[in-house]
Nanobody, 121 residues
Framework: QVQLVESGGGLVQAGGSLRLSCAAS????????VGWYRQAPGKQRELVAG???????NYADSVKGRVTISRENAKKTVFLQMDSLKPEDTAVYYCVLGVGVVETPAFVQYWGQGTQVTVSS
């Protein structure tokens, strides 16, 4: 049974930073793509960043230059370093596991429960 457990969300002021982590279990992590989606109130779920099994990365235009995704296969963990946060980054952030670069929900096989990120102005 695959499980994805996110941590690191919280409340931060605009311009601040947060680092999200997601620990996976029940899967051959190194062979999978992993990433992060987010959903703000009243909006559709959208990709933030993805990283393939070969460490190719993909970022949403809205976060390029402010966000870095990385993975540590030995610990079955994916990280999302978010800097220069803006109020519009406020959302529930979901860790995902799948194929490709998890660039669309069609490539996602598993979802985490989500962690809240709130950026105050």
């Amino acid at each position: 049974q695959v499980q994805l457990v996110e941590s690191g969300g919280g409340l931060v002021q605009a311009g601040g930073s947060l680092r999200l982590s997601c620990a996976a279990s029940g899967t051959v992590f190194s062979l999978k793509a992993v990433g992060w989606y987010r959903q703000a109130p009243g909006k559709q779920r959208e990709l933030v960043a993805g990283i393939s099994s070969g460490s190719t990365t993909n970022y949403a235009d809205s976060v390029k230059g402010r966000v870095t995704i990385s993975r540590e296969n030995a610990k079955k963990t994916v990280f999302l370093q978010m800097d220069s946060l803006k109020p519009e980054d406020t959302a529930v952030y979901y860790c995902v596991l799948g194929v490709g670069v998890v660039e669309t929900p069609a490539f996602v096989q598993y979802w985490g429960q989500g962690t809240q990120v709130t950026v105050s102005s």
